[in-house]
Nanobody
């Protein structure tokens, strides 16, 4: 399994931006599609964005499309989530996850490694 460590969360006002980072261990990082998920209090974990192993394909939840951008730097074993125009409803713990495949997927069951999460709080 891949070890994942997220960073970059915080408290911001609505309309602000944040960039989350996820540092991964493992020599096969570039082979694995990566994803970001989030979980708000009292709600189920939900898909946010995913990127293929090469970085050539991405897929977003409708709720973040046009505001969030997922990217990766395989030389640094890091995946990013740039979040712009943040809204209070984006408040959640954000989790980085890795699959065992190279193609994008939005399904939680396809991910076998998870980070510990980073809190994002957006005030109105």
């Amino acid at each position: 399994q891949v070890q994942l460590v997220e960073s970059g969360g915080g408290l911001v006002q609505a309309g602000a931006s944040l960039r989350l980072s996820c540092a991964a261990s493992g020599r096969t990082f570039s082979r694995n599609a990566m994803g970001w998920f989030r979980q708000a209090p009292g709600k189920e974990r939900e898909f946010v964005a995913t990127i293929s192993g090469s970085g050539g394909s991405t897929y977003y939840a409708d709720s973040v499309k046009g505001r969030f951008t997922i990217s990766r730097d395989n030389a640094k074993n890091t995946v990013y989530l740039q979040m712009n125009s943040l809204k209070p409803e984006d408040t959640a713990v954000y989790y980085c996850a890795a699959t065992t495949t190279s193609w994008v997927t939005r399904f939680t069951l396809d991910y076998n490694s998870w980070g510990q999460g980073t809190q994002v709080t957006v005030s109105s």
